[in-house]
């Protein structure tokens, strides 16, 4: 079973209409699909029958579609909730992005805008305050709309000289903050005023003569950014 903290919330988006699925109706969904049961799920997230009820009927009203189908047993009982195709899909949304942010739990989250999309290349261009990134393209995306890069900490190298690639984003930045963290260091560099975080060892760090206010560059592939829609 996953296990999102409590402070995560995913927003959801259906035909125009979008609802903050917190992380007890998340939870609430995957039990559901667990035990094809109401019942067992609010008990399994320690909430009434009714309270899971309201949180089910709250999220079909606000996205007006269909989430969980209930049948009836006879005489014998032995009726269920599942969920729907449109239920399904919300907890798999919601389990794609889960399991975007358990990869990359020391990422750099920094918001943005796109401003440019290149379908034959499959890549598009994002724009953070004073600078300008390219990431592989999401085709639900569209020019204009808000976005969270994530850039692991361990996906970004450090340079005393650019390094022009076609396949990668080269940055110019100035440190900020240095801190021995186990054995590696971490290096907060200020790019165009984005701060970014990398994780170098201590041999690179000696042999780049690294110190706070030294200008060096970042880079980083355009296939380690991953973007979630705001």
């Known amino acids: 079973m996953a296990d999102v903290s409590a402070g ?16 007890k109706k998340y939870q609430l ?26 949180y089910i009927e709250k999220i079909e009203s606000t996205l ?4 969980v189908s209930t049948t009836k047993g006879g005489k014998g009982g032995g009726g269920g909730t599942t969920l729907t195709e ?7 949304e919601c389990k794609k992005i889960n399991a975007i942010m358990e990869l990359h ?5 920094i918001e943005a805008e796109i401003v440019d999309i290149n379908k034959v290349k499959g890549v598009m261009t994002i724009k953070m305050k004073d600078f300008q990134i390219n990431a592989p393209l999401n085709r639900k995306y569209e ?27 080269i940055l110019k930045g100035k440190i900020v903050e240095m801190k021995l963290i186990g054995e590696i260091i971490r290096v907060k560099v200020n790019v165009g005023g984005v701060v970014v975080c990398s994780d170098i060892t201590v041999s690179a760090e000696k042999e780049l003569n690294l110190n706070i206010g030294k200008e060096v560059y970042i880079g980083f592939k355009a296939m380690s950014v991953a973007t979630l829609k705001l």
Do not use: C
Not at 8 to 23: A, R
Not at 30 to 51: F, M, N, P, Q
Not at 64 to 67: E, F, H, P, R, S
């Open 143 to 169: 020019i204009g709309d808000k976005i969270l890069a994530l850039i692991s900490y361990d996906n970004i190298f450090l340079m005393l000289e650019p390094q022009t690639s076609s396949i990668r984003n």
């Open 86 to 92: 449109e239920g399904y899909s919300i907890l798999k």
């Open 29 to 54: 969904l995957e039990y559901i699909l667990d035990t094809g049961s109401l019942t067992e799920a609010a008990k399994s997230i320690s909430v009434s029958y009714r309270t899971a009820l309201n």
């Open 105 to 109: 739990k020391d990422v750099n989250e």
């Open 64 to 67: 007006n579609v269909k989430i």
């Open 8 to 23: 995560v919330e995913y927003k959801i988006n259906v035909d125009g209409s979008s609802f903050l699925l917190d992380n």
